[in-house]
Structures are given as structure tokens and as C-alpha cells.
């Protein structure tokens, strides 16, 4: 993982990103609890951080991640990238969620491919992101979890969101 201060997007969408990565393609982060709770005041201090990519994060623990994931909620955080974190189990979204609906938030841009969400953490998702009116980009592909059941809560998200681009494929 890592994250950025005042990241500037670049508008040249060179992304050469494969949607299917190879095993050697994917960096994986080597955080462990000591460094996740090191970042997580960092993050929590951190007033101008408007990016951060914490995906393939899988060596942590659901303490450590609650921390962090906590720690990520200020006003100036545009892009969130929690790729590919399987080692966050279904409770801990629920909970990321649960507090990411009472924060203030300009998230942008949220990431979360490839990762254990069920229907319960979809349903709190849909609810706190409804809040979050600056909502262009929201990746939610590979979360089997998720059933027909857990879509139904984005019906109504979808409805009044200014979201562009929705990704929500297999």
C-alpha cells in the first residue's frame, strides 16, 4: 500500500492496469499490525492526505484494520483504494461503513474490487455512501458476497448519486 499528499490525477488515463493480474503482477504490501497502527496516526493527523492506496493489504489483523480504516475518515480524502484486501472479513466493513456514514466526507473516488463484502456490509455501505455527494467513481467487481439481495440496497443510492462510473461485474 501506499498513500499520497496532494496527489495530483492525471487526466492522460494512462492506467495500464489488466482487470485479471497475474499472482506477479500484484504488489503486495508487507504492513504488518506495528506499521498499520504507525500509519493509522499518521492518517489520522494527516490534513491535506487526499489519496491513499491501501490494496493488497492481507498481513494485518481485524484490530489493526479497524484502526486504520477509522483513521482514514477526514474531509480531504478523495480517493480510497481497498483493493483486493481479503483478510478484512465481512464484520469489519460492516463496521467501516457504520462509521464512515457519520463522517464528512469528499470521497471521489472508492475502490473496493475484490473483497469480502456481504449483503449486511452492502446494505451499511449504500446507507453511508448515500451521505457522500461527491461520489463520481465507485468499484465494487468481484465481491461474490454480495447477492442479488445486498444490490437491491444500491437501488436507492443509485436514484440520487451523482456517481459516473459504477463498476459492479464479476
Same mark, same amino acid.
Not at 149 to 163: H, I, P, V
Given at each position: #500500500?501506499?498513500?499520497?499528499?496532494?496527489?495530483?490525477?492525471? !487526466?492522460?488515463?494512462?492506467?495500464?492496469?489488466? =482487470?485479471?493480474? @497475474?499472482?506477479? !503482477?500484484?504488489?503486495?504490501?508487507?504492513?504488518? %499490525?506495528? %506499521?498499520? *497502527?504507525?500509519?493509522?496516526?499518521?492518517?489520522?493527523?494527516?490534513?491535506?492526505?487526499?489519496?491513499?492506496?491501501? @490494496?493488497?493489504? !492481507?498481513?494485518? #489483523?481485524?484490530?489493526?484494520?479497524?484502526?486504520?480504516?477509522?483513521? /482514514?475518515?477526514?474531509?480531504?480524502?478523495?480517493? /480510497?483504494?481497498?483493493? @483486493?484486501?481479503?483478510?478484512?472479513?465481512?464484520? #469489519?466493513?460492516?463496521?467501516?461503513? +457504520?462509521? *464512515?456514514?457519520?463522517?464528512?466526507?469528499?470521497?471521489?473516488?472508492?475502490? *473496493?474490487?475484490?473483497?469480502?463484502?456481504?449483503?449486511? @456490509?452492502?446494505?451499511?455501505?449504500?446507507?453511508?455512501?448515500?451521505?457522500?455527494?461527491?461520489?463520481?467513481?465507485? =468499484? /465494487?467487481?468481484?465481491?461474490?458476497?454480495?447477492?442479488?439481495? #445486498?444490490? /437491491?440496497?444500491?437501488?436507492?443510492?443509485?436514484?440520487?448519486?451523482?456517481?459516473?462510473? *459504477? !463498476?459492479? +461485474?464479476?
Amino acid at each position: #500500500g501506499s498513500f499520497e499528499s496532494d496527489a495530483s490525477s492525471s !487526466d492522460d488515463d494512462s492506467e495500464d492496469e489488466s =482487470d485479471d493480474e @497475474s499472482e506477479d !503482477d500484484r504488489k503486495r504490501s508487507n504492513i504488518n %499490525g506495528e %506499521g498499520a *497502527l504507525a500509519l493509522a496516526k499518521s492518517f489520522a493527523n494527516s490534513k491535506r492526505l487526499k489519496c491513499v492506496n491501501l @490494496s493488497y493489504v !492481507d498481513s494485518i #489483523g481485524a484490530n489493526e484494520w479497524q484502526i486504520l480504516l477509522t483513521s /482514514l475518515l477526514h474531509p480531504s480524502l478523495k480517493t /480510497l483504494d481497498l483493493r @483486493s484486501n481479503r483478510s478484512i472479513a465481512p464484520a #469489519g466493513w460492516h463496521a467501516f461503513f +457504520s462509521a *464512515l456514514q457519520h463522517t464528512k466526507s469528499d470521497l471521489e473516488v472508492f475502490e *473496493l474490487r475484490n473483497n469480502r463484502i456481504d449483503d449486511a @456490509s452492502a446494505a451499511r455501505m449504500a446507507e453511508s455512501l448515500a451521505n457522500i455527494t461527491t461520489l463520481k467513481t465507485l =468499484d /465494487l467487481h468481484s465481491n461474490p458476497s454480495i447477492t442479488p439481495t #445486498g444490490w /437491491l440496497a444500491f437501488s436507492e443510492l443509485l436514484r440520487n448519486s451523482k456517481l459516473e462510473e *459504477l !463498476d459492479i +461485474s464479476s
